[in-house]
């Protein structure tokens, strides 16, 4: 029971400083886009997407291409995400005898190896499924931007209605990749964890400062002419395609 006590204290703790920080992050995204690089980023998306469908004939190369690199990204954190899920599962079902006398700290029991390895694993899965997602919301814009809108229709309602959708598959694609992403993050102090709760909770805390300054923008003003009022329609990952 001793061994259990630092899991109990510090494990908690550090997996609510990260849920946590997210959850505010969540918060700043939706209410003040522009003071994160998340919602600056998907502002700039909806002028990209804007210039990229205005001239078709000019820019489909260029667009289709930005997408692909995007598609590459995606593939590449997926198919890491699944060759280290088929690890952690080897891990998982080969045992961890012989491993806890390598570790001063924490739980050495057997379940607790296999709650630490379910963990990751489960880490994993979901990185690859939103990067899986992220792959499908872009693989669509790519076609949808070159689109030639404005020969199809005169009427100037229906082009604000194909940009903003296409506009919003790309923000899709981009949110779940960054999904995906954070799905790996999250799985860096879980693995700490197999060494001990010390480990995990001191590398929740510096990971939640890290990416404080990753996420926070401490620029002022240098969107013109966007406020926080023009974005909340972006990040409504709901909505069906």
Avoid at 62 to 71: A, D, E, G, K, P
Avoid at 110 to 135: D, G, M, T
Avoid at 201 to 227: N, P, Q
Wanted: hydrophobic share 50%; charged share 15%; glycine share 6%.
């Amino acid at each position: 029971m001793e061994k259990r006590v630092l899991d109990y204290m510090l494990v908690p703790p550090g997996l609510l400083a990260m849920v946590g920080y997210h959850g505010w992050l969540l918060y700043r995204v939706m209410k003040h886009p522009t003071k994160t690089v998340i919602g600056v980023n998907a502002i700039n998306r909806r002028f990209w997407v804007r210039a990229m469908m205005e001239d078709v004939s000019k820019n489909g190369v260029l667009s289709v291409q930005t997408l692909r690199n995007n598609i590459m990204a995606s593939t590449l954190l997926a198919s890491m995400a699944i060759m280290l899920s088929s690890l952690i599962a080897v891990l998982m079902t080969s045992g961890s005898k012989g491993k806890a006398e390598f570790f001063a700290f924490g739980d050495r029991s057997e379940s607790s190896y296999s709650v630490k390895y379910f963990c990751i694993l489960a880490c994993f899965l979901v990185a690859f499924l939103f990067n899986v997602q992220s792959i499908r919301y872009y693989s669509h814009a790519s076609i949808l931007i070159n689109v030639p809108f404005k020969k199809i229709s005169q009427d100037h309602d229906h082009h604000q209605l194909t940009v903003e959708f296409v506009a919003r598959s790309v923000n899709r694609g981009s949110f779940f990749w960054s999904l995906g992403l954070r799905a790996f993050y999250f799985s860096f102090p879980l693995f700490l964890w197999i060494f001990g709760p010390i480990f995990m909770f001191v590398s929740s805390i510096v990971l939640v400062c890290l990416l404080y300054f990753l996420d926070v923008t401490f620029e002022c003003g240098w969107v013109a002419g966007v406020s926080d009022d023009d974005y909340p329609k972006d990040v409504e990952l709901g909505k069906p395609n």
